[in-house]
């Protein structure tokens, strides 16, 4: 079964970190691009940033540049965010989501793991 | 950026009616658009890529249409599980999401 599970997500402050972790199964997980999407509680979808295969291109939406990063670990089928200087805006629900292989929408989502910026 | 815009933003139907939901492109996006169904504390589904082609597994009463800045989700037949929230997103630059339609039960 084709399946990507999250973790890693929790209560953090305002200018802390966390990092999020998407295991991935089923398929060949280096043949994909990887992607992060959010959702704020109540709100709609927000493309948060994607990976190449190789993890040689990364790209982001402007609000986290310089304080997110995706990283990738194909031999661990393994995707992950690493988020600092969180704002409470980033408060959100953190989906891993795999780009189709010849077209890029998002064809497969893990269940998506919590992250709430408070103090 | 471009800017992906739903209309409505709600509506309330019934079983059996057959519904549209509209969504725009700030800009000429090609056929470079996908259509998501997300139900309540669920992750998103695909429901149609590239404009008007079906996901593997969705009812043919499903169907997507337009290309350019004009795009349409139409549900021919409206079931009981189709009550949900539906998203539009492009992917010719990047990745954006329209604001979503949520489709109620009348």
């Known amino acids: 079964e084709v399946q990507l599970v999250e973790s890693g997500g929790g209560l953090v402050q305002p200018g802390g970190s966390l990092r999020l972790s998407c295991a991935a199964s089923?398929?060949?997980?280096?043949?994909?691009?990887m992607s992060w999407v959010r959702q704020a509680p109540g709100k709609g979808l927000e493309w948060v940033a994607n990976i190449k295969q190789d993890g040689s291109e990364k790209y982001y939406v402007d609000s986290v540049k310089g304080r997110f990063t995706i990283s990738r670990d194909n031999a661990k089928n393994s995707l992950y965010l690493q988020m600092n200087s969180l704002r409470a805006e980033d408060t959100a629900v953190y989906y891993c989501?795999?780009?189709?292989?010849?077209?890029?929408?998002?064809?497969?989502w893990g269940q998506g793991t919590m992250v709430t910026v408070s103090s | 950026a471009i800017r992906m815009t739903q209309s409505p933003s709600s509506f309330s139907a019934s079983t059996g009616d057959r519904v549209t939901i509209t969504c725009r492109a700030s800009q000429g996006i090609s056929s470079y658009l996908a259509w998501y169904q997300q139900k309540p504390g669920k992750a998103p589904k695909l429901l149609i890529y590239?404009?008007?082609t079906l996901q593997s597994g969705v009812p043919s009463r499903f169907s997507g249409s337009g290309s350019g800045t004009d795009f349409t989700l139409t549900i021919s037949c409206l079931q009981s599980e189709d009550f949900a929230t539906y998203y539009c997103?492009?992917?010719?630059?990047?990745?954006?999401f329209g604001g979503g339609t949520k489709v109620e039960i009348k």
């Open positions: 089923g398929f060949t997980f280096s043949s994909y691009w």
């Open positions: 590239a404009a008007s």
């Open positions: 997103q492009q992917y010719y630059s990047s990745a954006t």
């Open positions: 989501a795999r780009r189709g292989y010849d077209v890029p929408a998002f064809d497969i």
